[in-house]
């Protein structure tokens, strides 16, 4: 998980960041993504039932339309 550091200015009024470093994040890191399924090709398909992002190449979903492109 990315480390996020913050410098924080105190002001009577409002507490403002200066400076905000994050560094590498991946998409792994993000807590909604099952990356389980990623190789070469892969994309995410949203699972409805886990709330979660699958990685997948295999779409087998009748709610997915996909239109338009080359496959």
Request: proline share 1%.
């Amino acid at each position: 998980m990315a480390t996020i550091k913050a410098k924080i200015r105190r002001n009577p009024d409002k507490i403002v960041a200066q400076t905000l470093k994050v560094g590498n994040v991946a998409l792994t890191d993000l807590t909604d993504i099952n990356a389980a399924g990623t190789t070469d090709g892969a994309v995410l398909l949203y699972n409805g039932t886990s709330s979660k992002w699958d990685a997948t190449t295999l779409i087998a979903n009748q709610n997915t339309n996909i239109t338009g492109g080359t496959y």
